[in-house]
């Protein structure tokens, strides 16, 4: 179905957004001088049709390029075809809603979310058979008594029928969530779900955490490559002694001889994406 209406999407959206933007021209236009009123009204009509114009021509163009990419997708594997089906939806419709949509952060953030989640559940059914009680409103009592970035926290706060619960230990439950939440556990959840994992999916995952290390090498990575050998001037030059130094952050600083990501790489990226605090990770023991 999606694939069906793929085309139609394309039209209704780039269509309204045409109509969009011919009413916010017209109306950012309306409260121009009165003396050039007729000059005015003219000009409108002409940058309105010539937006229309260019606006047909981007809506022809991204038409072909969707129907081109959509046969040639349909050569391919099913995990290739669903892959680009969704990417072209989510080209034209601006909802990111497939992985290649993710930012590089989107990933950790998405994957440490998950386990923090299947985490809070553990407890929650030990604190279900404790206390006997599998009521809905329990579950609100739980999840408004820890404080473990879960969305199921703000939900629970707006049932009120959890006040009608006592017995939880709130710093119990703090100690158990963090106890499993350290520092060293994330760092293999990092490890185990993205760059050691199979499942499907998880290469591409790891291909944008790998072009992310690429493109923020620390800018003093490389002083004694420059110190040691003779500086040219060179464009051709300067680019190949870049790639060889990005290279060199890459497989000797970021994996060790057996391609397995190291614990300095991955307190680094956690850092500067600011999932980690700094002085929090300056203390790891690595």
Not at 173 to 180: E, F, Q, T, V, Y
């Amino acid at each position: 179905m999606l694939c069906l209406n793929l085309l139609t999407t394309v039209k209704i959206a780039l269509k309204y957004s045409v109509n969009i933007q011919i009413v916010n021209f017209l109306h950012d236009n309306r409260n121009n001088d009165s003396n050039n009123n007729e000059a005015d009204t003219n000009n409108t009509k002409t940058n309105s049709s010539n937006i229309y114009t260019s606006k047909e021509q981007e809506i022809k163009d991204l038409l072909a390029f969707i129907n081109d990419r959509f046969n040639e997708t349909a050569g391919f594997c099913k995990t290739r075809w669903d892959r680009d089906i969704v990417n072209m939806f989510s080209m034209v419709t601006g909802a990111n809603i497939g992985l290649d949509a993710l930012f590089p952060e989107d990933v950790i953030l998405q994957t440490l979310y998950t386990e923090r989640k299947q985490l809070a559940e553990s407890i929650l059914h030990e604190m279900k058979s404790k206390f006997d009680n599998n009521d809905v409103h329990f579950e609100s009592y739980f999840y408004d008594s820890i404080r473990f970035g879960l969305p199921e926290e703000r939900e629970a706060h707006k049932d009120g029928s959890r006040l009608n619960y006592t017995g939880l230990d709130r710093s119990e439950l703090k100690s158990k969530l963090n106890a499993n939440y350290t520092l060293t556990k994330i760092l293999e959840i990092v490890k185990s779900r993205i760059f050691n994992s199979t499942v499907n999916g998880s290469q591409l995952k790891r291909e944008k955490l790998i072009n992310w290390l690429r493109a923020n090498r620390p800018e003093g990575y490389g002083c004694w490559f420059y110190s040691s050998s003779s500086r040219s001037s060179s464009a051709s030059s300067s680019s190949d002694n870049n790639a060889l130094l990005t290279e060199s952050w890459i497989y000797d600083e970021c994996f060790d001889e057996d391609y397995i990501i190291r614990d300095s790489a991955l307190i680094f990226m956690l850092c500067k994406m600011r999932i980690l605090k700094i002085k929090k990770s300056a203390l790891l023991k690595l």
